[in-house]
């Protein structure tokens, strides 16, 4: 078997996503178990390298398949997109732009079969919108550019996995968007997704909405008899290990503790705040249900740091192996 093609996409170029990409791949552990392909701005790269101090160069390709992908050359599907004075730690159109455009080609390469995985560096939302492209962020663009109806954001870091019901939406907004149909879906993706990864048979335990998951309605109106009681019965019908609703205020200590292997959040921080305190440079973002694998960083531009050389590139390296890990094995 041959090592997979990792398309790394640069994100927004005035954070830190150059930075961290260029550190990542000084390793040569990276390439050990990968071939990385970078997508983005030849020039960011270039300039980031002389931030960094890294000592490696920077190969312009046309495709995937004329990279040489050996330690010490980066090779970059460069797309051109951006002035070389591109300010950094400030929203831009351009590269708000660039970022959709960037990921945009990986999606193209990844279904003709032409890369293996992606891994995503951060984009800015704001600039995402500035530069025309009106989307929550990755997960949505990912969606509709492969046309996938039912996908889920999941988050994994040491000893903890979690996936959500909803993401990026006002918390009113996504009590409303949470339905048995919904729950029971992410229920299913969290299932089959830990299944392909190895795990026969996940134990998965469900988040309540309210305090104490509305401690039999004592919280709340009765959401969660309505919105999530119905789909961990279906699940449970069909032979899933799915347990729930729970309280979020100690499910997560139980899931770290060993006593499930996912846990399926509601919304965004009630899943991402766990997470995050187990700390930023271990968490990974993966988007489950597409026909393609996608991985990515879990933090942010990160623009007060941005061009300062002292990102750190942990959370990269250990999307890019998750990328690997999940990606189709090349004959």
């Not at 000592?55 to 390709?61: C, D, E, K, N, Y």
């Amino acid at each position: 078997m041959s090592k997979p093609i990792v398309g790394i996409t640069m994100g927004d170029a005035a954070g830190i996503g150059p930075e961290i990409i260029v550190k990542a791949l000084a390793d040569p552990a990276v390439y050990q178990m990968c071939r990385p392909l970078v997508i983005g701005d030849a020039k960011m790269l270039e300039r980031a390298n002389r931030i960094t101090g890294a000592g490696l160069s920077v190969s312009r390709v046309s495709d995937a398949g004329t990279a040489k992908y050996e330690h010490g050359v980066i090779d970059c599907l460069d797309l051109d997109l951006l002035p070389e004075d591109l300010p950094f730690g400030q929203v831009s159109v351009q590269a708000g732009d660039a970022a959709f455009r960037f990921l945009e080609k990986a999606i193209e390469l990844a279904k003709s079969g032409e890369i293996d995985a992606i891994c995503t560096a951060p984009l800015n939302k704001e600039a995402l919108h500035k530069g025309g492209h009106i989307y929550p962020g990755h997960t949505e663009i990912l969606a509709e550019l492969t046309n996938t109806k039912d996908v889920s954001m999941m988050l994994s870091a040491p000893k903890l996995r979690v996936i959500h019901v909803t993401t990026h939406v006002g918390l009113i907004d996504a009590v409303k968007m949470i339905t048995p149909e919904r729950v029971y879906k992410v229920i299913v993706l969290a299932h089959e997704t830990l299944k392909k990864a190895g795990i026969s048979s996940p134990k998965i335990a469900v988040c309540g909405i309210n305090p104490h998951a509305g401690e039999n309605g004592l919280f709340g109106y009765g959401e969660e008899e309505e919105k999530v009681v119905p789909a961990v019965r279906q699940a449970q019908q069909e032979g899933i290990d799915v347990v729930g609703p729970l309280p979020a205020d100690t499910l997560f200590f139980r899931a770290t503790r060993g006593d499930f292997d996912i846990v399926v959040a509601m919304y965004h921080d009630q899943g991402h705040g766990p997470v995050k305190v187990l700390g930023l440079e271990a968490g990974v973002n993966i988007t489950v249900g597409l026909p393609i694998i996608r991985t990515s960083v879990d933090h942010g531009t990160a623009f007060d740091i941005a061009g300062k050389g002292v990102a750190d590139e942990l959370s990269m390296k250990e999307a890019i192996r998750q990328a690997v890990e999940l990606a189709p094995k090349r004959a």
